[in-house]
């Protein structure tokens, strides 16, 4: 005779209301929204996603919950991108690590880098250090720009011809 809708509306502590039932709901990376009847642990819905973790809310700071950890009923979780444990780091992972500017908290402070093809290739092959290329980064200091509000472009005059 019609449609049944069933209203479902997040309340601000993370829980979902529905008038017919209870739903657990994980937020897959893509957005698309994975919804179970029954509670779940962690490490079962991970199964699907290896090498990532759930947690509370989808921010990159959020911490992933325990493997063993219980999905209740009416609470909304997010599926968290992978993350390496350290020290297993690759060299594509090396230049995510240096693009976050963060200063994180053991006093490490994280930059990013440009370096040439031949630059990568000498790191990878382990023909140079790290050093020496930050090193190498110090005389080319003058090529790059600091701040974009200072840049100003470097323009020759063109000469206007005679018809």
């Known amino acids: 005779m019609g449609n049944c809708w069933a209203v479902l ?3 601000t502590d993370g829980t979902v209301n529905a008038k017919h039932e209870k739903i657990l709901q994980v937020v897959k990376l893509d957005g698309k929204i994975l919804e179970f009847r029954v509670p779940l642990l962690v490490k079962d819905v991970l199964v699907e996603f ?21 999905l209740k009923l009416g609470k909304v979780y997010y599926i968290l991108p992978s993350v390496d ?20 908290g053991g006093g490490v402070k994280r930059i990013k880098v440009v370096i040439t093809k031949q ?3 000498q790191l990878l092959t382990k023909q140079i250090s790290v050093e020496e290329v ?4 110090e005389k080319r200091k003058g090529d790059f720009v600091t701040s974009p509000r200072y840049w100003k472009p470097k323009l020759e005059s063109i000469s206007e011809e005679n018809e």
């Open 50 to 70: 290896s090498g990532s973790g759930i947690g509370l809310s989808k921010s990159q700071l959020a911490k992933p919950l325990p493997l063993n950890h219980e």
């Open 9 to 11: 509306k997040q309340s």
């Open 85 to 104: 444990p350290p020290g297993t780091s690759s060299p594509g992972s090396l230049a995510s690590t240096m693009a976050d500017t963060r200063q994180t």
């Open 119 to 121: 630059e990568l290739q």
């Open 134 to 137: 930050l090193a190498g980064l």
